[in-house]
C-alpha cells in the first residue's frame, strides 16, 4: 500500500517516522514551500520532532494535496480538527473514493460540528468500509525517542484494520485493533476536554488526591456518554483499553500533553486568548469542549464535569468557582 500523509505538525511527523522506519515510501503533503525544502535539504522538519530525520529516498514531498491523494491508496489524515475543512477543500468530491482513510485526528470539525468520517461521507462519498481511526495513548515525543508505544487502528472490517495497521508495526510501536469506530473518535475528543480540565486544576494547586478523584470521574462520565452514543448499535467494547481509560490517563497526567498545559495556565489566571500565544500549539480541548456541549444537547447524556469546563472556557465562568462547582459533583 502507499501512503500519503495530510500534515506537517508533531504527530503527522511521528506517524511519518513510523511508516518511514517500516520501510514505506510516503507521499508527503505539506503546505508551506519552505518546510519542503528544508525537509528536502537537511531530512527534518524544522518545526516539529527535529531529532527525527528521514530517508530523502523514502519522501515525496508535495504542495499540492490533489497530487498527493491521487499517488496514495491510504491516507493518513493528521492536522488539527479546525484546520481539516481547510485543508480538503482543494479537493474536488470524487477524491477520496476508493482511497483507505486513517484519521489521526483527536477532534471534532468545528463548522459542522461532526466527526471526520461523517464530514467526508457527506462531502467526499468516503464509505465506511474504507474509514479508519489510530488513535491511544501515544506522544509523538515518545515516538521520536523511539519508546515503546500502543496505537489502536480501528474500523468497521476487523481483517482491513488488521493489515493497515501492519504498517505501522515496528519495535517501538505495538499496534491493536478494534471495530468502535465512533466510540474511539468520541473519547479522544473527551480526554482531550478532561486533561485540560486537570491542567485547570493544577494551576489552581490542587493536589493528588484530588486529581485522582476527578480523573476517575471523568472516566466515568466519559464512559455514559459513549454508552449512550453508541445507543445499542454494537456491543460495549470494554471502556479500560488503552484506546480510552490509557488515553484520558496519559493526557491527564503527562507534561507532553498540550491540553493540560493549556488548562495549567488557565487556572494560574491566563486568559483562553493569552494561553493560545503562549502555547502556540494547538490544544485539541479548547474547540471540543464546544463541540461536545453542541453534540450532547442532542445526546443527553450527564456530563457535569464537561460542562463546566465549557463554561470556564466558553461563558468567561472563573476557573476556581467553576471548580467548586466540580467538587460537589464527584464520588
Known sequence: MQFGIIGSGSWATALAKILADNGNTINWWVRNPDTITFIEKRRHNPHYLNSVYFNRDQLQLAGDIAAVVERSDGLVIAVPSAYVEDALQQLPAG??????????????LPSEN??????????????????FAVLGPCHAEEVAA??????????????????????????YLTPLVNTDVK???????????????????????????????????????????????????AAAPNYAASVYLGDLLVTCYSLYSRNRTFGNM??????????????????????????????????????????????????????????????????
Open 95 to 108: 477524491a477520496l473514493k476508493g482511497k483507505k482513510i486513517i484519521s489521526a485526528i483527536k477532534g471534532i
Open 114 to 131: 461532526q466527526l471526520l468520517d461523517d464530514y467526508l461521507a457527506r462531502h467526499f462519498e468516503v464509505e465506511p468500509r474504507d474509514y
Open 183 to 233: 466510540g474511539v473518535q468520541f473519547a479522544a475528543v473527551l480526554k482531550n476536554i478532561y486533561a485540560l480540565g486537570a491542567g485547570i486544576a493544577h494551576g489552581l494547586e490542587y493536589g493528588d488526591n484530588f486529581l485522582s478523584v476527578y480523573i476517575a470521574n471523568s472516566a466515568n462520565e466519559m464512559v455514559g456518554f459513549l454508552r449512550k452514543a453508541n445507543n445499542g448499535n
Open 266 to 331: 488557565i487556572g494560574k489566571g491566563y486568559s483562553v486568548k493569552a494561553a493560545q500565544l503562549e502555547l502556540n500549539m494547538v490544544a485539541e480541548g479548547y474547540n471540543a469542549s464546544k463541540c461536545i456541549h453542541r453534540t450532547n444537547e442532542e445526546i443527553g447524556a450527564s456530563m457535569p464535569i464537561a460542562a463546566t469546563i465549557y463554561q470556564i472556557l466558553w461563558e468567561h465562568l472563573p476557573a476556581r468557582d467553576g471548580f467548586k462547582k466540580i467538587e460537589t459533583y464527584l464520588e
Open 146 to 171: 523511539e519508546k515503546l508505544s500502543y496505537l489502536t487502528f480501528s474500523g468497521a472490517d476487523s481483517g482491513t484494520a488488521t493489515n493497515i495497521a501492519s504498517y505501522f508495526r515496528t519495535e
